[in-house]
C-alpha cells in the first residue's frame, strides 16, 4: 500500500512538473522582444538574433512582430541583419553563436560588449578599474563608444581634465552596488547609484524598450563574475531638479511659469510621480489670438484644463518612441505621440523642439505649439476645427455670435458642410429661428441622451430624441460625429438640417395639397382623430398621384368601403417614429392595421415595400411623414406569388419531383442509346449552357412552372 501511494505522488509529481516548468515567471516586455528577434534568427543558427537598423545610421533595434513586417521604425526604413543574442559568440566553422562568451570580470567584459571607451576612462582613474576587476557585485550601464564621441566637447574635456573627482563620479553614476537584470528593471522605478547614492530612472516600455535616465539599452545581461553589463547609447548624468524647480530657471518658460503659477499647478509638478511636461514655450504662447490667451488665462478652471493637457500621466522618453502610440494626460484626453525620422510628433505634428530635459520626477519636452484642449474652448473655437463653417458662417450672419463665444452652457446641433451643396438658405427671420431652433439651452453629451426625451431650443421649441440600433437622431437629423465639449458649449455635428415639427400629422397632410385626396380618404375612414392625438406614428403618406394611379373603379370601390378603406389606411401608418436616418438595411415596422412594414435605405434613398419614398421626414408632433407615390397593400391584399406557391405547396413539391425523375429518366436513356437508363444521381448545373438544348427544352416543357 505505501508502495502505491509513492506510485501514486511520484505520477502527480510528472504530470503537474511540466506544466509548472512551461508556465514559469511572466517575461518582461524586453525578454519578449528578445525571444521574437531571436525566432526570427533562428535559421542562421543558434543563439542568432534579427536585428533592425536604420538606414543611414547606426541605430539598432531588436524586433517586434510589428516592427517586422512593417519594416519601419518612425516612419524610416530598416534593413534586416542578423548577429549573436547577447551573450553568444560565434565558433569558426560551425553554424550561428553556438558558444556562451566566457565568463570575466566587469572590466574586461566592458570590452567584449563594445565599451572600450568606458574601459580606457576607468583605466585613468585610480580607483574604478580595481574595483571592477575585485570581489563583489555590481551593475554598470556602459555607454557604447558612439555614447562617449557624441558629448560635447566642453563636457568631456572637464570630465578628462580631472580624471579622479569628475571622470570617476560620472562613471560611479552609471554603477550600482548590486547585479540587476533585465528582469528586474521595473518601469518607473530608481536604483541607487555609487555616486553619492543618487537616483537612476528606470523606464521599461510596453515595446520592450528600456531606458536609463532616457538612455536606451542596446544590449543588456552580459554578465561578469563580479556583476552584470548593460550597453546603453548616452552618457547619463545626474538629476537633482524636479519639473517645477526646472520651469523656474529656464527663460523660455515665462509665460508657462505665470499660467502655472496662476492655476495652482505648482504642488503637481513639485510632487513625487513620473510625469512628462510638454512645455509649451514663450513662443507657442504667441502664437495663439491675444483674445483667446487672454479669456484661457483669465478663467482658472480653463487655463487648469489646458495645462493638463500639457502633461502626460507617465514618463516618456524620445528613445522610446519608435511608432505611434496613444498617451493619457492628466486632463483625461489622448494624445498621439509619435516619431518622423529624428523628431517626435503630438498628434501627427512635429512641435516638439528640445526633448528629454530629465527631471527627479518626469521628463520636459519643449513645444513650440499650445494643446488646447477641447474643454477650455468656446463653440466657434470648436467649430473651427470640425466639419461645419458654413453652417457657422450662417449663424455669425444671423446675429447669433454671441451665443457661440460666450458662457451660457448651451449645445450646438451644427449641419455638415455637405448638407449646403446646392447652396445655403437666405438670411431673414425665419432663417434666423429656424437656426435658434439648433441651439439647445443646455450643455448635454450624447451618450446621456435617451430615446423620447425632449430637449428644449432657444428658438423656444422642443425636439425628440430617437435613439435606433445605429443611429442617434434630433428629430429629422443624426449625429455624424462624436460630439466636442468645450468649456461652456458642446457641439454636435449633424448630418442635415433640423425641421422642428409644425403641427400634427392631420395638419401637416391637410396643409400640402399634395395630399388632398388622403385627407378626404382619411376622414372617410374615421382616422382623423387618431392622428390628431398624441402618439408616435410613422405615416407613408400616399400622395394624389398615388391614388389616380388606381383604376378608377378600384379606387372607387375602396372610398366606398369605409372598413377597407381604413384598413389600407392604417396599413400606410407604423406604430412608432421612424426617421430616415434611423433606417438601416432593413427595418420591419409594425403598422396600426397588424401586419408590418419593411422599410429599408440604400443610397440615401428610403424605401417602404420596395417602393421609393418621394420625400421623406416631415416632421410632425405626434410621428413623421414620408410621402410616396403609390397605395401600399397589406400581405392578405396582395396577388399570390408563383414563387411562393412553390414553396409552400406540397402539391407542387410532388409535381416538380415527378419532373425532375422524368428528366432524369429522359437523360440516362439518351446517354444510354437505351428507352431507360439507370439513374444519374443529382441533376447539378441543370440550367448551365452546357447542357445539350434538347434536354433543356425538354426540362421546361415537363415542368411547366418554370415558364
Known amino acids: 500500500m505505501e508502495l502505491l501511494v509513492r506510485l501514486l505522488v511520484l505520477a502527480l509529481a510528472l504530470a503537474l512538473g511540466p506544466a509548472v516548468t512551461l508556465a514559469g515567471p511572466a517575461k518582461s516586455p524586453y525578454q519578449l522582444v528578445l525571444q521574437h528577434?531571436?525566432?526570427?534568427?533562428?535559421?542562421?543558427?543558434?543563439?542568432?538574433?534579427?536585428?533592425?537598423?536604420?538606414?543611414?545610421?547606426?541605430?539598432?533595434?531588436?524586433?517586434?512582430?510589428?516592427q517586422w513586417y512593417q519594416r519601419k521604425i518612425c516612419g524610416k526604413s530598416t534593413v534586416i541583419s542578423y548577429e549573436c543574442c547577447p551573450g553568444y559568440e560565434k565558433v569558426p566553422g560551425e553554424k550561428g553563436c553556438p558558444a556562451a562568451l566566457p565568463l570575466s570580470n566587469l572590466y574586461e567584459t566592458l570590452g567584449v560588449v563594445g565599451s572600450t571607451t568606458t574601459q580606457l576612462y576607468t583605466d585613468r582613474t585610480e580607483k574604478l578599474r580595481p574595483e571592477m576587476e575585485g570581489p563583489g557585485s555590481f551593475t554598470i550601464f556602459a555607454p557604447s563608444n558612439e555614447a562617449w564621441a557624441s558629448l560635447p566637447a566642453e563636457?568631456?574635456?572637464?570630465?578628462?581634465?580631472?580624471?579622479?573627482?569628475?571622470?570617476?563620479?560620472?562613471?560611479?553614476?552609471?554603477?550600482?552596488?548590486?547585479?540587476?537584470?533585465?528582469?528586474?528593471?521595473?518601469?518607473?522605478?530608481?536604483?541607487?547609484?555609487?555616486?553619492?547614492?543618487?537616483?537612476?530612472?528606470?523606464?521599461?516600455?510596453?515595446?520592450?524598450?528600456?531606458?536609463?535616465?532616457?538612455?536606451?539599452?542596446?544590449?543588456a545581461d552580459h554578465h561578469a563574475t563580479n556583476g552584470v553589463v548593460h550597453l546603453i547609447d548616452k552618457v547619463i548624468s545626474t538629476i537633482t531638479n524636479n519639473i517645477q524647480q526646472i520651469i523656474e530657471i529656464e527663460d523660455t518658460f515665462e509665460t508657462l511659469r505665470a499660467a502655472v503659477a496662476a492655476s495652482g499647478l505648482n504642488t503637481v509638478l513639485e510632487s513625487d510621480g513620473q510625469?512628462?511636461?510638454?512645455?509649451?514655450?514663450?513662443?507657442?504662447?504667441?502664437?495663439?489670438?491675444?483674445?483667446?490667451?487672454?479669456?484661457?488665462?483669465?478663467?482658472?478652471?480653463?487655463?487648469?484644463?489646458?495645462?493638463?493637457?500639457?502633461?502626460?500621466?507617465?514618463?516618456?522618453?524620445?528613445?522610446?518612441?519608435?511608432?505611434?502610440?496613444s498617451m493619457e494626460t492628466l486632463e483625461g484626453t489622448t494624445l498621439e505621440v509619435g516619431c518622423s525620422?529624428?523628431?517626435?510628433?503630438?498628434?501627427?505634428?512635429?512641435?516638439?523642439?528640445?526633448?528629454?530635459?530629465?527631471?527627479?520626477?518626469?521628463?520636459?519636452?519643449?513645444?513650440?505649439?499650445?494643446?488646447?484642449?477641447?474643454?477650455?474652448?468656446?463653440?466657434?473655437?470648436?467649430?473651427?476645427?470640425?466639419?461645419?463653417?458654413?453652417?457657422?458662417?450662417?449663424?455669425?450672419?444671423?446675429?447669433l455670435g454671441t451665443h457661440l463665444s460666450g458662457n451660457e452652457r448651451l449645445t450646438l446641433l451644427a449641419p455638415l458642410n455637405s448638407v449646403f451643396k446646392d447652396g445655403t438658405p437666405r438670411i431673414d427671420a425665419q432663417t434666423k429661428n429656424l437656426l435658434l431652433n439648433h441651439i439647445v439651452k443646455d450643455q448635454v453629451a450624447s451618450k446621456y441622451l435617451y430615446h423620447g426625451q425632449t430637449l428644449e431650443t432657444l428658438g423656444g421649441k422642443k425636439l425628440r430624441v430617437f435613439v435606433y440600433r445605429n443611429s442617434l437622431c434630433i428629430e429629422n437629423s443624426c449625429i455624424a460625429a462624436h460630439d466636442k465639449r468645450g468649456r461652456y458649449g458642446t457641439l454636435?455635428?449633424?448630418?442635415?438640417?433640423l425641421t422642428p415639427p409644425m403641427g400634427t400629422v392631420m395638419d401637416i397632410l391637410k396643409g400640402d395639397s399634395h395630399f388632398s385626396m388622403l385627407v378626404a380618404a382619411i376622414q372617410s375612414a374615421g382616422l382623423t382623430e387618431t392622428l390628431n392625438r398624441e402618439g408616435v406614428y410613422t405615416v407613408f403618406a400616399p400622395t394624389n398621384e398615388a391614388f389616380q394611379a388606381m383604376p378608377p373603379g378600384e379606387l372607387n370601390k375602396l372610398l366606398g368601403n369605409a372598413k377597407e378603406l381604413a384598413n389600407i389606411l392604417k396599413y400606410h401608418v407604423g406604430d412608432e417614429i421612424l426617421v430616415s436616418g434611423g433606417i438601416g438595411a432593413l427595418v420591419r415596422l409594425k403598422s396600426l392595421q397588424g401586419d408590418k412594414l419593411e422599410v429599408s435605405s440604400k443610397n440615401n434613398v428610403v424605401n417602404v415595400n420596395k417602393e421609393p419614398v418621394a420625400e421623406a421626414d416631415i416632421m410632425a408632433t405626434n410621428g413623421v411623414v414620408h410621402a410616396i407615390t403609390s397605395i401600399l397593400q397589406p400581405p392578405a391584399n396582395r396577388p399570390q406569388e408563383r414563387g411562393?406557391?412553390?414553396?409552400?405547396?406540397?402539391?407542387?413539391?410532388?409535381?416538380?419531383?415527378s419532373a425532375f425523375s422524368r428528366v432524369r429518366r429522359l437523360l440516362g436513356s439518351r446517354l444510354a442509346g437505351t428507352a431507360v437508363g439507370p439513374p444519374l444521381g443529382p441533376m447539378k448545373g441543370l440550367s448551365r449552357p452546357c447542357l445539350p438544348w434538347p434536354l433543356s427544352q425538354s426540362f421546361f416543357e415537363i415542368s411547366p412552372h418554370f415558364h
Open 37 to 66: 528577434s531571436r525566432l526570427r534568427g533562428r535559421q542562421h543558427g543558434p543563439n542568432v538574433c534579427a536585428v533592425q537598423k536604420l538606414i543611414g545610421t547606426n541605430k539598432k533595434y531588436f524586433t517586434n512582430c510589428k
Open 275 to 325: 510625469f512628462t511636461l510638454l512645455a509649451p514655450t514663450n513662443e507657442a504662447f504667441e502664437k495663439i489670438p491675444a483674445e483667446t490667451l487672454n479669456r484661457i488665462l483669465g478663467d482658472p478652471e480653463a487655463l487648469r484644463d489646458l495645462l493638463n493637457n500639457h502633461i502626460l500621466k507617465s514618463a516618456m522618453c524620445a528613445e522610446a518612441i519608435v511608432a505611434g502610440m
Open 492 to 497: 454636435f455635428t449633424m448630418d442635415r438640417m
Open 341 to 399: 525620422g529624428d523628431m517626435l510628433t503630438i498628434n501627427g505634428k512635429a512641435i516638439i523642439s528640445n526633448k528629454d530635459i530629465l527631471a527627479t520626477n518626469g521628463v520636459i519636452h519643449f513645444i513650440d505649439e499650445l494643446l488646447i484642449p477641447d474643454s477650455a474652448k468656446t463653440l466657434f473655437e470648436l467649430a473651427a476645427e470640425s466639419d461645419v463653417s458654413t453652417a457657422i458662417d450662417l449663424f455669425r450672419q444671423a446675429g
Open 644 to 657: 411562393d406557391e412553390l414553396a409552400d405547396s406540397a402539391l407542387e413539391i410532388f409535381k416538380q419531383a
Open 155 to 219: 563636457v568631456l574635456d572637464s570630465l578628462v581634465s580631472n580624471v579622479n573627482i569628475e571622470l570617476l563620479n560620472a562613471l560611479r553614476y552609471h554603477m550600482v552596488d548590486r547585479r540587476v537584470l533585465t528582469d528586474e528593471l521595473k518601469h518607473g522605478m530608481s536604483l541607487t547609484s555609487m555616486y553619492q547614492n543618487s537616483n537612476i530612472q528606470i523606464h521599461h516600455y510596453p515595446n520592450g524598450i528600456v531606458t536609463v535616465n532616457c538612455a536606451r539599452l542596446l544590449k
